[in-house]
Each structure stands twice: as C-alpha cells, then as structure tokens.
C-alpha cells in the first residue's frame, strides 16, 4: 500500500513538474515580441495618421496588420486575423475594442462607401495600440 502511494506521489509531482514547464515557456514565447519593431511601423502608422484622408485609411489597415504580426509572434495559432483574435481573447483587456478596430478595417477592405473622420480613426487606433500594449508588442 505505501509503494502505490509513493508512486501514486511521484507520478502527480512529475505531471505537476511537465505542466509548470510547459506554463513557463508558453509565456515566455508570448512575451519576447520585438519591441522596437513595433514601435517603428506604428511610428509610421501615426504619420500616415497626421496626412488625412487616404493617410486615414492606410493607418487603420497598417495598424490592423502590425496587430496581426503580433498575434503571431506571440504565438496565436488560427488560419486569418480573426481566429488569432478569438484565441487571444484572453489577452487584451477590452477584447470589444479590438474587435471594433478590426470590424472597421474590415469594412474599409470590402465596402466602398466607408467614409472616415478624425474621430473615428483616433478612436481606432488607440484600440489598436491598446491591443499591442496588452500583447507587449509596444
């Protein structure tokens, strides 16, 4: 009886032990996005930004594929943009901002008639930002 509870005890100390290593290179290959990358393209994204009109347009489909470049980095698996999405629910703090950010470049992509302002562009792009903050990209 005390053999089976002995090895009954190593065998739940080795899982716990897998399962811990597993825990820890998991975030660490979440965490080491380069940094400085991230903060050069959206660098450029706040110029395009500042131009207006088509600059508006661009900054919102940079910045929704710089997000997409971080989710992959960090190791979201999934076929487009908006399975990585749905994995990394998890990881943004306003998952719904996200979302809107990229419903919007959506839009942009496939609809003709999407008419942009400087309010909803800033409001998009600081969703977008917030996503790559919380991703640790910025």
């Known amino acids: ?18 399962l811990l290593i597993y825990i820890t290179v998991s975030s660490r290959k979440r965490s080491k996005l380069d940094q400085t990358y991230f903060r050069e393209q959206w660098q450029k994204i706040e110029q395009l930004q ?5 600059g508006w347009q661009l ?14 980095a960090a190791g979201y698996p999934g076929q487009t943009m908006g399975d990585r999405l749905k994995d990394a629910q998890r990881a943004f703090r306003d998952t719904d901002a996200v979302w809107q950010a990229h419903k919007l470049r959506n839009r942009l992509a496939h609809e003709s008639d999407v008419r942009l302002n400087a309010i909803v562009v800033s ?16």
């Open 1 to 18: 009886m005390d053999n089976l509870l002995m090895l009954l005890l190593a065998v739940v100390f080795f899982v716990g032990i897998v």
């Open 50 to 54: 500042n131009q207006g009109g088509t």
């Open 59 to 72: 900054a919102v489909l940079e910045a929704d594929k710089l997000l997409d470049q971080a989710l992959k």
């Open 123 to 138: 409001r998009a792009l600081r969703q977008f930002k917030a996503g790559l903050k919380d991703l640790r990209a910025l």
